[in-house]
């Protein structure tokens, strides 16, 4: 079975700085997805990103990037030019091509960013 | 913007009592998930339907907790009867079958069992 960590439950970072988000896990498959989703305290999951393992160009959506370390099991996230809208629960996750698991998420536990001013 | 929709958004209950949680999965979707959410055991997965079939239920508590599709615009998890430790937040999530597809979360159904 997959499984995905988070290693840091707590993360903060000033305005307008860069913060790194980690996140290993754990397959013996060669081909899967990875994603951030992002959590604000209206409890709505949001999608922030998405990685196909067989792709080696990490992924990036405006301030967000990943980098996919795939031998290493490893993809972390990057927020650049923090934002105070960007305070939220980041998850991890992991999706199975595999259509035994039929395509589920299992997701990592979590880290919580504070933005200051 | 094509959104998932549960119902209701909070639900407090007393132990013992039914429970019935609703979804709306965005049309077109043809998988259905349901999560559930502790602060103790993070997100897990209770079951998940494609094309309205059941196709792993295995996170569900089966002596109390069912889930079922009745057609492919209503998912339904029901707890019968509800416990204390039911306290969660309990989400709905549809996706298309393509793998990067990523799946749509609903705001969730925060359930508290007195």
């Known amino acids: 079975a997959q499984t995905v960590t988070q290693s840091q439950p707590e993360m903060s970072v000033q305005e307008a700085e860069t913060v790194t988000l980690s996140c290993t896990y754990d397959?013996?498959?060669?081909?899967?997805?990875l994603f951030w989703y992002k959590q604000p305290p209206s409890r709505q999951m949001i999608l922030v990103i998405r990685?196909?393992?067989?792709?080696?160009q990490n992924a990036t959506e405006n301030r967000f990037s990943v980098n996919f370390q795939k031998a290493a099991k490893s993809f972390s996230l990057k927020i650049s030019d923090s934002q105070l809208g960007d305070a939220a629960m980041y998850f991890c996750?992991?999706?199975?091509?595999?259509?035994?698991?039929?395509?589920?998420?299992?997701f990592g536990t979590g880290t919580r960013l504070q933005v200051t001013l | 913007d094509a959104r998932v929709t549960q119902t209701p958004r909070h639900k407090v209950t007393e132990m013992g009592q039914e429970v019935t949680m609703r979804c709306q999965p965005i049309?077109?979707?043809?998988?259905v998930f349901w999560y559930r959410q502790t602060m103790m055991q993070g997100l897990e997965l209770l079951a998940y339907?494609?094309?309205?079939?059941?196709?792993?239920d295995s996170g569900m508590p089966k002596d109390r907790f069912s889930a079922e599709m009745p057609d492919a615009t209503l998912a339904t998890l029901k707890i019968q009867p509800s416990e204390p430790r039911d306290s969660a937040v309990y989400f709905c999530?549809?996706?298309?079958?393509?793998?990067?597809?990523?799946?749509?979360f609903g705001n969730g159904t925060r359930l508290t069992v007195t």
């Open positions: 999530a549809s996706g298309l079958q393509n793998y990067n597809s990523p799946l749509h």
């Open positions: 397959t013996s498959e060669s081909d899967y997805y």
């Open positions: 990685q196909e393992a067989y792709k080696q």
């Open positions: 996750a992991y999706r199975s091509v595999n259509t035994g698991t039929a395509s589920k998420l299992t």
């Open positions: 049309l077109g979707h043809n998988t």
């Open positions: 339907f494609r094309n309205r079939a059941p196709l792993d």
